[in-house]
T-cell receptor, first 109, second 116 residues
């Protein structure tokens, strides 16, 4: 299957600092979805991006889809302890959902 | 609760035993997916159903794994002759429709399998 790579694998930040995770693909993506998985929990859908260069915001979270539709980023401004978890990007091809490797975020109070 | 439910939440078994997991998707969802997740990794696709039809199965999946969705509602995933390498979280997810690109997955809480 397709491989979507995410970096970094782990990130520790002080509460209040910003955080960014990047999702990269060697092939053009149909779309990109982002999911959040809290420790001990299951992935929960956050958002989907479809258009080249698309940017969407959810409160302190900003999602971006690259112009070439081969990469995406999730940026969190002024992290809070409630942001702790693993963030996954995924592509929905219509038949399959291919997940990235995830970025685990730890927020230090 | 109308979300995706999985049973059991935890399963500990001895190597060589068979185990079966159950997933009840959101009732109006046609598609049902099984994923496996190990620590520090993203969900790995195992198989999916459109109603009762199993449309795709991962080529990496051993023949010891089988899944059914007999009436297009709940699904079961069976692992025969379990091995220690089967230890993982088994996640079930469902989606509403017929493979449209704007769909999203709704996950259950998973079954954590430990093979001793």
């Amino acid at each position: 299957g397709q491989q979507v790579m995410q970096i970094p694998q782990y990130q520790h930040v002080q509460e209040g600092e910003d955080f960014t995770t990047y999702c990269n693909s060697s092939t053009t993506l149909s779309n990109i979805q982002w999911y959040k998985q809290r420790p001990g929990g299951h992935p929960v859908f956050l958002i989907q991006l479809v258009k080249s260069g698309e940017v969407k915001k959810q409160k302190r979270l900003t999602f971006q889809f690259g112009e070439a539709k081969k990469n995406s980023s999730l940026h969190i401004t002024a992290t809070q302890t409630t942001d702790v978890g693993t963030y996954f990007c995924a592509e929905n091809t219509g038949n399959q959902f291919y997940f990235g490797t995830g970025t685990s975020l730890t927020v230090i109070p | 609760d109308t979300g995706v439910s999985q049973d059991p939440r935890h399963k500990i078994t001895k190597r060589g035993q068979n185990v079966t997991f159950r997933c009840d998707p959101i009732s109006e969802h046609n598609r049902l997916y099984w994923y496996r997740q190990t620590l520090g990794q993203g969900p790995e696709f195992l198989t999916y159903f459109q109603n009762e039809a199993q449309l795709e199965k991962s080529r990496l999946l051993s023949d010891r794994f089988s899944a059914e969705r007999p009436k297009g509602s709940f699904s079961t995933l069976e692992i025969q002759r379990t091995e220690q390498g089967d230890s993982a979280m088994y996640l079930c997810a469902s989606s509403p429709s017929r493979g449209q690109l704007n769909e999203k997955l709704f996950f259950g809480s998973g079954t954590q399998l430990s093979v001793l």
